[in-house]
């Protein structure tokens, strides 16, 4: 696609099931970022893929939260046991090896009630 | 691990006015400063970036300075509109590079435009 496509925009889950939220970046981007956003706050780091290299996981907040990138694309964040703090929008991005410039996707809103 | 300091937190600006915001950041070696725009229920797009070896680029209404000394850059937004009305993130690359390394965000600032 042209752009970073992410999966579901929206999801509604019960307090302690397990989400998996998708994320197809850019073909050919080698980078692809997760970061979490609360209403009307800033840009939360989760996890950094970059080509071959380890994931930078500094950012996950919990071992409930983790995150895999099959065959350098596409990335699945999986929330284990989700708490109402899970509540936010995630959001994907992904770069080129070449440029420093990430492009986000849509986001997707995550709501555990 | 980089850290960028953004400021402020909000502005409310009139309708032509000028809306600044600054971004600190603390390690020397980048090569890239890009700034983000993002409206309500959108993630956020590349507005506008700046390499180290200008100390000014401009793109129509958006205007960023960068002054290496101080270890700062700024989004000049000049003739606020109130389409303009939305949250601005300045970020840095953590490496040298900006290529293969990860671009650290600032806290954001929610601009708003009186009309």
């Known amino acids: 696609g042209a752009g970073v496509s992410q999966s579901p925009s929206n999801k509604v889950t019960e307090k302690g099931k397990d989400v998996e939220l998708r994320c197809d970046p850019i073909s050919g981007h080698t980078a692809l970022y997760w970061y979490r956003q609360s209403l009307g706050q800033g840009l939360e780091f989760l996890i950094y893929?970059?080509?071959?290299?380890?994931?930078?996981k500094s950012g996950l907040p919990s071992d409930r939260f983790s995150a895999e990138r099959t065959g350098g694309s596409v990335s699945t964040l999986t929330i284990q046991r989700t708490q109402q703090e899970d509540s936010a929008v995630y959001l994907c991005?992904?770069?080129?090896?070449?440029?420093?410039?990430?492009?986000f996707g849509q986001g997707t809103r995550l709501t555990v009630v | 691990q980089q850290q960028v300091k953004q400021s402020p937190q909000s502005l409310i600006v009139q309708k032509g006015g000028i809306s600044i915001i600054n971004c600190a950041y603390e390690?020397?070696?980048?090569?890239?400063f890009p700034w983000y725009q993002q409206f309500p229920g959108k993630g956020p797009a590349l507005l506008i970036a700046?390499?180290?070896?200008?100390s000014e680029k401009k793109e129509g209404r958006f205007t960023i300075s960068f002054n290496k000394s101080a270890k700062q850059f700024s989004l000049h937004i000049m003739d606020s509109q109130p389409g303009d009305s939305a949250t601005y993130f300045c970020a840095a690359p953590k490496g040298i590079k900006a290529a293969g390394n990860k671009l650290t965000f600032g806290g954001g600032t929610r601009v708003l435009v009186k009309p």
């Open positions: 390690n020397t070696a980048f090569d890239y």
């Open positions: 893929f970059q080509g071959n290299s380890a994931p930078d």
């Open positions: 991005a992904s770069s080129s090896h070449r440029e420093g410039v990430a492009f």
């Open positions: 700046i390499r180290p070896d200008v």
